[in-house]
């Protein structure tokens, strides 16, 4: 079979913990890749997924990429990193247990970086005593809670005794068949790059999904940020030779004389660097997630997913009024807000594919911690972070509400001279402004809205100043 003749589409497979979602993975594989099922050392010793796997199976006129993901709470990050480079995605769930928070907190992650497309699967029937029909009605409306509707389409599986298997691959193909997918092949090459190896004589090996662009044998790339480059001598897609590649393949790249010990996961393949920025302060539009109970605070530490890596940064919302960025708290009831974004280190961003996820992975695993997802408006360096105000409160009381030459308030001012420059200054309702100074001792006059108002003594009196300043990282 030459696969390289099949139309490449990549599903994402998500789930629970325990869900069974890798014995899902293990039925419908046909080709493993390089990074295949449970491949990492650690995985087989621990007993979990603990990193992404890629494996194949032929649908059609498709060669379908699965793409498999940790579903453990703490290795959430890593699931994340997969949602850049799927088309459509599977949710498996443990019909014994119904939907649980990482079940929870994956739909809302793949909700939130624009895939339209999934199916949702019901495994371990083989375990379960209730009625079935009652289970799918169940999970029919618990999808009628997001985005995806309870017309969800819904299987159900037996990994254990691989039942239910053919019925699911008519479901995925029907689901491929009505995706709207529109590869990008002209332009700069892109390539995310998601496990990197040496083969003894061989060298070094990269592996990953093409973005955008075409790769060709012999073609230089440059491995960003680390500013390392080499010829590609093989490309291979699930164990075949090919000489070409394009956006969609997962290929497996050996490169010449490239030091594979400086790769990490998070870096990029490409042959034009021009189209990237290392940065670590942007501003940004955030498209919050409604589900996501906590307040963003300004300064609130936030874990953004950008492509393959995750980094921590502080997140500073803020709203604009007269073009002045002012500071706020964000909740999960606005439509969105805009913030200034500042991460511990300076990471890769494509200036044209930069959209990220946000989370709160310092949050209890047992609460939604995805806040919601980003795109970047505008780059900044630490020589021009942007001016922001923020509101300086100054509340003094009245003393005297009924004096001859007006209200008499305290506390605004220290002294005379203080008062004198507050004077004109506008206050929160019931009060308007300060009219005058009164006496030596920093006391005022100020005006009310309408003579209507019972004004007593002791009631507070507000002054909100806006005072301007600059980030600075903590």
Known sequence: ??????????????????????????????????????????????????????????????LVTLVDGPGHAD???????????????????????????????????????????????????????????????????????????????????????????????????????????????????????????????????ITGTILKGKLNLGQNLEILPINASGRVKNIETFHQNIKSAKAGDRVGINIKNLDVKKIYRGCIATNDKSKFNLCEIFEIEVKNNKLFKPDTRFGTQVHVTIGMLTVVGRIYPFYELDGKRIQMTASNESEGFKAILWLNERVLLHREKNLMLLSRLDLPPTTLRILGSAKITKFYDKENVPLLYKYKVKKGRIKNPDHPQGIICTGLSQSAIGAKKMVGKKLEPPFTKIISTFGTKGAVVVGIESKDVKINMGDTVELKELRTFRLKNI
């Not at 696969?3 to 599903?11: A, D, G, L, M, S």
């Open 1 to 62: 079979m030459e696969i390289e003749k099949q139309i490449p589409v990549h599903v994402g497979l998500f789930g629970h913990i325990d869900s069974g979602k890798t014995a899902v993975v293990e039925q419908l594989s046909e080709i493993i890749s390089t990074a295949g099922i449970d491949a990492h050392p650690q995985s087989k010793e621990r007993g979990i997924t603990i990193d992404l796997g890629f494996t194949s199976f032929v649908l059609d006129k498709y």
């Open 75 to 205: 290795l959430i990050k890593i699931s994340a990193s997969s949602v850049e480079i799927i088309d459509c995605a599977l949710i498996v769930i443990d019909i014994n247990k119904g939907p649980q928070i990482q079940t929870g907190e994956h739909i809302i992650m793949i909700e939130a970086l624009d895939i339209k497309n999934i199916i949702v699967i019901l495994n371990k029937i083989d375990l379960y005593r209730g009625k079935i029909e009652e289970e799918i009605e169940k999970t029919k409306n618990f999808f009628a809670t997001t985005s995806f509707g309870s017309e969800v389409p819904i299987f159900t599986v037996s990994a254990k005794e691989k039942r239910g298997f053919e019925e699911l691959k008519e479901g995925i193909l029907r689901i491929i068949n009505n995706l709207e997918i529109k590869r990008e092949l002209e332009g700069s090459l892109i390539i995310p790059i998601d496990h990197h190896f040496l083969i003894k004589g061989r060298g070094a090996i």
